[in-house]
């Protein structure tokens, strides 16, 4: 494999960085999913954790550093979870965070991040704006940008999931890992270390069709910027793809794949019916992906990274129903 710009040493090293409630998190698999979506199925949940969702294990990696080199205040933009993350991470280490975010930003995400202690500015446009804002908070003050995906300690934090991943793969057996995709810091992270040290396992990036930015640009290895980007899916909504991470991930991946929000409606369903899971539409994209090309998947024995769960609760209940009931199996 060509070199990317993650180094599977620090990986290691970053995996004692990070907080033990990131780490070790569950990996099952989930027969109550396999009737419906026609494939063996695993999740690897990483979910049960303070700012529930996978973004603290690179923000511990971040404030570890951070903190080792004595600077006491970061900015990032965010759509909500890594911003809680960093918030998490910094309020740790005695970090002064502030985030950035969009005004249509989930209610809940934001709210968490205020209650964690960081300072919050909203701007009023999408998250590449927000990206600009924060970028401009940085140079003013003098203190450290956090981006995602970009910055490779994110992406090194993430990775340590494909080592989890990986210490699992003789006694699981899966041969394929489904990744969300937004900015690309957990794909091309897991990537990384499964292509590396279990090259046989197909990694597959999905992403909502409204915000098809970053797979578009895999698929035609450059860069493609999108003019509008839009999904319930918002932790991966973006439009401009950047281009060292483009890069990595066109040396890791297998395939990148968009799939509809009816799908990713479905998979959430699918998870609180048959599994117990509250998940935000981010995280059901793997699943989502399953039900749009089952002849894919079918004899196949298939993790999905389970990423996040933070939702606003009245769209969750509009996505899903407050009363339950049987998930619809097939896209329409």
Not at 11 to 16: E, G, K, N, S
Not at 65 to 87: D, E, H, P, Y
Not at 127 to 153: K, N, P, T
Not at 182 to 197: E, M, P, Q, R, Y
Request: a negative charge.
């Amino acid at each position: 494999m060509q070199e990317t710009r993650l180094d599977t040493a620090r990986i290691r090293a970053a995996r004692r960085m990070i907080d033990p409630v990131f780490r070790d998190t569950p990996l099952y698999r989930c027969e109550a999913l396999e009737p419906d979506l026609g494939c063996t199925v695993s999740i690897k949940l990483e979910t049960a954790n303070p700012v529930r969702s996978f973004k603290g294990r690179g923000t511990e990696v971040v404030t570890s550093l951070l903190a080792g080199n004595g600077s006491r205040a970061a900015v990032c933009a965010s759509a909500g979870n890594l911003g809680q993350a960093l918030a998490w991470s910094g309020r740790g280490r005695g970090i002064d965070v502030t985030v950035v975010a969009s005004r249509h930003a989930t209610a809940a995400k934001l709210d968490r991040i205020r209650a964690l202690g960081a300072g919050l500015e909203l701007v009023d446009g999408d998250h590449e704006l927000a990206r600009e804002r924060a970028a401009d908070i940085a140079r003013h003050d003098g203190i450290r940008l956090v981006e995602d995906s970009l910055d490779i300690e994110t992406c090194e934090g993430a990775a340590t999931i494909g080592l989890e991943l990986v210490d699992a793969l003789p006694s699981a057996g899966f041969d394929a890992v489904l990744v969300a995709l937004g900015g690309g810091a957990l794909a091309t992270g897991v990537g990384h270390v499964l292509k590396t040290l279990a090259p046989g396992v197909e990694v597959i990036c999905v992403q909502p069709l409204g915000a098809p930015a970053m797979t578009r640009s895999y698929h035609q290895r450059r860069v493609v910027v999108t003019e509008f980007a839009q999904s319930i899916a918002d932790g991966v909504v973006g439009r401009r793809p950047i281009p060292a991470v483009l890069g990595d991930l066109l040396l890791v991946a297998d395939d990148a794949v968009l799939v509809r929000e009816s799908s990713v409606v479905a998979g959430m369903r699918l998870f609180f019916d048959r599994a117990g899971l509250v998940v935000e539409p981010s995280a059901a994209l793997g699943v989502a992906a399953l039900l749009e090309d089952p002849g894919r998947f079918a004899g196949r024995h298939v993790v999905t990274i389970v990423c996040g769960s933070n939702v606003d609760v009245d769209a969750y209940h509009r996505w899903v129903g407050a009363g339950g009931g049987a998930a619809p199996v097939s896209a329409p």
